[in-house]
């Protein structure tokens, strides 16, 4: 990857829009707050979160410039700080909706990624830059969240009441920020390396299927690309992400029904 020439301007706002988020959370009584099992461990494990997201955007900084600072606004970036914020409070919604936003991408990235270790190949195309010659050891060991961020989650919630399935406002609110941001103030491609961070530009282009790409700009006006990849791809996140937590939901329930038997 390049150096940025230009972009000392972004830091702000890309910095303003992260801590943005993260105070709103923390300031927001989001939901009755439960009776939360082993609550020290759980702040704990939310501040190492947030201080695992600042070694990211640190990394990216010193090895990039400010050209890496585009990278910490990708939507699993943005989810880890709004997991980590419900973490802090204990506010199972908060880490749910954070999980919602990831669902779908972190299960195709795992495929992805399974597909290229062992055969070599990518089946959806959304991992495909691991692939690339120049990634940085240290940016590949960072990029490992796709496996372990929900697991943690989950482990977090299963005895705190499990996942709340009704994140579709807090997930389909996070898509209109980020993806509008990540279009005005991250260009498709910098000194020939592709960003379309968030896709906000397009559907990654490395996604092969062209049925996908129907409605990429300049082929569509970006406002109706904008409303497809909401509505398109929120419903199938969301759909993915509410028969995952209802699954989850049964196995939590029926796991604490054993323990209260004995």
């Excluded at 829009?17 to 009755?32: A, E, K, Q, S, Y």
């Excluded at 082993?38 to 201080?51: D, H, I, M, N, Y």
């Excluded at 400010?66 to 970036?77: D, T």
């Excluded at 991992?127 to 697991?151: C, G, Q, R």
Aim: aromatic share 14%; with cysteine; proline share 4%.
């Amino acid at each position: 990857f390049p150096q940025a020439t230009s972009g000392c301007s972004l830091l702000f706002p890309i910095t303003a829009l992260r801590t943005h988020l993260f105070g709103t959370l923390v300031r927001t009584n989001i939901m009755t707050t439960r009776s939360w099992y082993r609550p020290q461990e759980t702040v704990a494990v939310g501040w190492g979160l947030l201080l695992y997201n600042i070694l990211v955007a640190c990394h990216r900084y010193y090895l990039r410039g400010f050209f890496g600072l585009y990278y910490v606004l990708w939507a699993c970036n943005v989810a880890m700080l709004i997991g980590a914020a419900g973490m802090i409070l204990k506010k199972a919604s908060v880490i749910s909706v954070s999980v919602s936003i990831v669902t779908l991408p972190h299960i195709l990235w795992v495929v992805d990624a399974l597909s290229y270790t062992f055969f070599g190949t990518f089946q959806t195309g959304v991992a495909s830059y691991l692939a690339w010659e120049n990634l940085d050891l240290l940016e590949l060991v960072f990029t490992l969240h796709h496996v372990w961020y929900i697991p943690l989650c989950l482990a977090l919630l299963a005895r705190n009441g499990g996942l709340v399935r009704n994140t579709l406002f807090g997930m389909t609110l996070s898509f209109c920020v980020l993806v509008p941001f990540s279009r005005f103030m991250t260009p498709l491609e910098l000194d020939g390396v592709y960003l379309n961070v968030n896709m906000s530009h397009e559907i990654w282009r490395e996604v092969e299927n062209e049925w996908v790409h129907i409605c990429d700009p300049p082929a569509v006006p970006w406002p109706v690309y904008f409303v497809s990849v909401v509505v398109v791809l929120n419903s199938m996140n969301m759909t993915t992400y509410y028969i995952f937590a209802t699954l989850f939901n049964a196995c939590v329930s029926k796991s604490n029904k054993k323990e209260h038997t004995n």
